[in-house]
């Protein structure tokens, strides 16, 4: 058996255990295939550590930066009360009306609000309106814009709020200084401002499984 093979087959058994499936996601999955989106959605496992980071925070509002299909949108939607709030920025018009439907469908549309466009744009507006500090943030966008993203996220929080980077691993790229792919770039910008930040403490971490070799940054905002 292959060492991938086995990471698929570990995170079966642990999605079958502990993140089984239901329509709604199930369908979101299929919807976005369908559309020919990119397959590049959070495992069902990692969904439900979104959820259970939300859930741990007490979260009533979230702001995700990445759309895509709408999956891990949903994940973090059913975290939220019935009168939170979850905003989330989607560059692709045409993936921004595949989560929309697959949110709908999930019965959460009266608590997401998704918004088209470079989130570079849309993170300005969306700070122009004053909402509250958002309890969690969740970064899963271009990958160039990291430093970027942060730096809104940090904007659009206060002490006590959760930023989650992820894909931070690169396929181990990140590690390498002298990697000039944008991606790596951005991601070793993202890190390394998470440790210099004085208000942001943050950890890293490695993971296998469905999708490969990977991982993700987390970093709590202080006061």
Do not use: C
């Not at 004053?130 to 970027?148: E, Q, R, T, W, Y």
């Not at 931070?168 to 070793?188: K, L, N």
Request: glycine fraction near 10%.
């Amino acid at each position: 058996m292959s060492e991938s093979q086995l990471w698929d087959d570990v995170d079966t058994y642990f999605i079958s255990h502990l993140a089984p499936d239901d329509e709604a996601l199930a369908a979101a999955r299929r919807e976005s295939d369908a559309a020919g989106l990119p397959p590049v959605n959070v495992t069902a496992n990692q969904g439900k550590l979104l959820q259970l980071l939300a859930q741990l925070q007490g979260a009533r509002t979230v702001l995700e930066i990445g759309t895509l299909g709408g999956y891990s949108t949903i994940w973090l939607g059913r975290a939220l009360p019935a009168d939170g709030r979850l905003v989330t920025l989607e560059y692709n018009a045409r993936h921004a009306e595949v989560a929309v439907r697959n949110i709908a469908r999930a019965g959460l549309d009266a608590l997401v609000d998704v918004r088209v466009g470079p989130a570079l744009e849309s993170l300005p507006k969306l700070a122009d309106e004053n909402p509250p500090p958002f309890d969690l943030v969740f970064i899963d966008a271009d990958k160039g814009n990291n430093p970027h993203y942060l730096e809104w996220a940090l904007r659009l929080t206060s002490a006590g709020s959760l930023i989650v980077l992820d894909n931070v691993v690169r396929g181990g790229r990140v590690a390498d200084a002298g990697d000039s792919a944008g991606d790596v770039r951005g991601t070793r910008a993202a890190i390394e401002l998470i440790g210099s930040h004085p208000r942001l403490s943050g950890t890293a971490l490695q993971t296998v499984g469905g999708k490969g070799y990977d991982g993700f940054a987390l970093a709590r905002v202080l006061p």
